[in-house]
């Protein structure tokens, strides 16, 4: 697999974005300007960049509670996204969704969630649409391994091959349902992609802390689904570098286990040391990725803060389109 | 104007609707029928025969059989609807909403708000519900109350042929979620029902009938046995208005208020048990709005606290009856 150098900067651009986004967020929750409840994306970058480099507009995907990934990879605008999550009425979402309900469905993003498994049905769905309009473009599910134990999950994977449709559901194995491993809380011996076989549909394996080995795998299931109009499934494996959200003091980690995981599973380490394999570029260019996506969010952070703050005359806009 | 019962009215107003706009599709379960039987995929056309013929016209790929998962149906029509369709999911029994709750709940009563208004999710979701059948405490219930309580849906009970033509092409045609409950009694009334593409907009009751002493609201099929109960009180030389507010949600509040408002006196019928109920809420509604126009306590004509029962002399219990809706309209009049 050779990616054109457009192709390989803009993938790192995107999990740049991600990760810089999330150590931001993770320090300004820290200020208490930021309400509510935040799950961090932090480590899974390559899963979320690696599936959506190979999407474009009107494919759709819907996220998690988790989703923050998603929406970057998926072409959300950051500095709108910063501001919904600090609560600000030209937010994304104006101030009214927060962290776990960001959506842009012009850009297919269809909703991040804060229903765990609440997603899946509803890609299944519009692989439907995308079915009946004969345009061949995908829908996916992002799912966690938590959402894999969810009975829509299942109900979302059955109807999909029953009704033959272009729904993926992408497993992002992080190896935590919350606070519980998924060596307890997943029967199948940890295994999720081998659940989606089971419902009849196929499924991919890949590390969903590299992007070159999600990008390449995600691209032989894209293949198959578009040629085929059937459904299909991917399990990644990734890490989780923050707890389930921000204040959870993760007790139920080993001792230096965050540690290994940035050693060694950092999908922007892994992107470095692999990129010369696909073409070249040059380790001053991702660098100076680096340095003008840091310039972007403090941008987008201080525009969030300086941003107006919701209107309470506004409390009632928007539950209909007209009632 | 054709004479038609409601579910001949349902059956050609969505029949219309599928060869104007291709985006409408179906989904549930039997509503083709039959799929991967021997009988063949017609076999069935929906339990209440809603939809029969229409797998025929339309195909298998906009009429879509599904698999017994509630909050894959509803959850696959929120999806749809997000990417631009106007999905009909059929829910076999309104009962079913405690399976599917979440895509009902959080999901699609939510999106356009959560969003930012940056989104529509027009889903028309059918609950056939209702009591009167012996179909035993889960699929016997009439759970309109329960989604009227949450924002972000809207919510239809047609009682004539007529308005589930034109609350069905209102909810076809507009941008909102619709919660369309269908009484499984109701299906063989038969009515007039307009030509064309008739529409009757949400949040406008209609008068069943005009007499001036009492108001009487009543709500589904809980309407026909308000209008016996007026019929016989008229030949008695009592007159009630019946109000069949037609949607919850949003509610016609000012033909309520001004009917009380001249008769002084209220009774609501409300096919549920009566706590959290549409019953208490029109009560609400009228202790607030209207209370220096009441000449006597509001009654409330409901079911039981109860599920509702299997053997028919305990469901004919639990169904409120015409008679108990005489007796409350006397207790208005007899008050003070």
Known sequence: MQLSRDALLHAYRQMATIRQFEERLHEEIKTGQIPGFTHLYCGQEAAAVGVCEHLDNEDMIVSTHRGHGHCIAKGCDVTGMMKEIFGKRDGLCKGRGGSMHIADTTIGMLGANGIVGAGAPQAVGAAIAAKLDGNGKVAIAFSGDGACNQGTTFEAMNLAVVVGVPAIFVFENNHYSEHTGVGYAVGTSRDIASRAEAFGMKAWRANGCDFFDTYKVMGELLDYVRKEGKPAAIELDTERFYGHFEGDPQRYRAKGEVERLRETRDALKIYRDRVGEFGPVDMAELDAIDSETAAMIDAAVSEAQNAEPCDPAHVTEDVYVAY | ?336
Request: with cysteine; hydrophobic share 45%; proline share 6%.
């Open chain 2, 1 to 336: 104007m054709a004479i038609m019962t409601i579910r001949d009215a349902i059956n050609e107003t969505i029949r219309e609707a599928m060869r104007r706009d291709k985006d409408v599709i179906m989904l549930g379960e039997d509503i083709a029928g039959g799929a991967g039987t021997a009988g063949g995929q017609e076999a069935i056309g929906g339990i209440w025969g809603t939809s029969v013929g229409l797998v025929g016209e339309f195909g298998p790929e906009r009429v879509i059989d599904t698999p017994i998962s509630e909050s894959a149906i509803i959850g696959a029509a929120a999806g749809a609807a997000l990417a631009g369709k106007r999905p009909i999911a059929e829910l076999m029994f309104s009962d079913f909403i405690g399976v599917c709750g979440d895509q009902l709940i959080n999901q699609i009563a939510k999106f356009r708000y959560m969003f930012g208004g940056n989104t529509r999710c027009p889903v028309v979701v059918r609950l056939i519900y209702g009591a009167g059948m012996n179909s035993g405490a889960q699929h016997s219930q009439a759970f309109y109350n329960l989604l009227t309580a949450i924002p972000g849906l809207k919510v239809a009970l047609p009682t004539t042929p007529a308005d589930a033509k034109g609350l069905m092409n209102e909810a076809l045609m507009g941008d909102d979620p619709v919660m369309f409950f269908e009484h499984k009694a109701l299906f063989g009334k038969k009515g007039e029902v307009p030509e064309g593409l008739h529409r009757v907009p949400f949040g406008h009751a209609r008068m069943a009938r005009e007499g001036g002493d009492v108001t009487i609201v009543a709500f589904g099929r809980m309407v026909s046995f308000a209008e016996k109960a007026a019929d016989a009180l008229a030949e008695q030389g009592i007159g009630c208005d019946v109000i069949d507010p037609r949607t919850t949600s949003p509610l016609d509040e000012e033909a309520i208020l001004d009917s009380v408002e001249q008769t002084g006196r209220l009774v609501v019928v409300d096919e549920s048990p009566p706590r959290c109920s549409m019953a208490t809420d029109i009560l609400a509604l009228v202790s607030e709005k209207a209370f220096t126009s009441l000449d006597a306590p509001p009654q409330m004509v409901t079911a039981p606290h109860s599920p509702v029962p299997f053997s028919k002399e305990l469901e004919r219990a639990w169904v409120p009856s015409p008679d108990a809706i005489t007796a409350a309209v006397r207790r208005t009049l007899d008050w003070g």
